[in-house]
């Protein structure tokens, strides 16, 4: 079972880049990376998804070292939107969310 | 497209009473999910399903029953309700076991 750790909270300011580590320890060969958002009163949304090295889409970058037991998801340019709480996931069969990382941006 | 849309947003029940929870889905996607999130708290996956008439235990099944009759629906019954199930139920569905896309919620108070 790949077990995922990441910081309990963050703070930043609007306009910075906010990078967030996860630990995987244990990840599996076939498991991939996945990194979700909550904000309050809603369901998570997907942000993205990476096996190794380096994924960008519109929202965030995934960085993800060769030996893959962390990842750091990466928020270009932050602002007060995107205070939420951010998931990171190792999809094998089990399926563990965590307690996520509370992201709070300040003015 | 609507997306994942959950029946009812809110409900009260009396310990002991009984309902169900209907989650349907129009992206045609084969792998759905029921989550439950207590506050402050992650979510935990309760019951899942690969396909249609296929269900499997998550991580806290105990106390909840699903059925997964149509490939659009997934539903969730409680059969005796408990104040211990009091929380923010999400549904999910998928293509594959990744890219989860999920439902408002349904939050449910038992008194």
């Known amino acids: 079972l790949a077990k995922t750790t990441q910081p309990i909270s963050m703070d930043s300011y609007e306009g910075q880049e906010v990078n967030i580590t996860c630990s995987h320890n244990n990840i599996a060969t076939n498991d991939y990376i996945t990194w979700y958002q909550q904000f309050p009163s809603q369901g998570p949304r997907f942000i993205i998804q990476?096996?190794?090295t380096k994924v960008t889409n519109e929202v965030a970058s995934l960085f993800i070292p060769a030996d893959r037991k962390s990842s750091t998801l990466s928020l270009p340019r932050v602002s007060l939107s995107d205070t939420a709480v951010y998931y990171c996931l190792v999809e094998d069969d089990k399926i563990i969310f965590g307690k996520g990382t509370r992201l709070h941006i300040l003015p | 497209n609507a997306g994942v849309t959950q029946t009812p947003k809110f409900r009260v029940l009396k310990t002991g009473q009984s309902m169900t929870l209907l989650c349907a889905q129009d992206m045609n996607h084969e792998y759905m999910y029921w989550y439950r999130q207590d506050p402050g708290m992650g979510l935990r996956l309760i019951h899942y399903?690969?396909?249609?008439?296929?269900?499997a235990k998550g991580e806290v099944p105990d106390g909840y029953n699903v059925s997964r009759l149509k490939k659009q629906n997934f539903l969730l019954g409680l059969e005796s309700a408990a104040p211990s199930q009091t929380s923010v139920y999400f549904c999910a569905s998928s293509y594959a076991p990744y890219e989860q896309y999920f439902g408002p919620g349904t939050r449910l108070t038992v008194t």
């Open positions: 399903s690969v396909g249609e008439g296929t269900t």
């Open positions: 990476g096996y190794k």
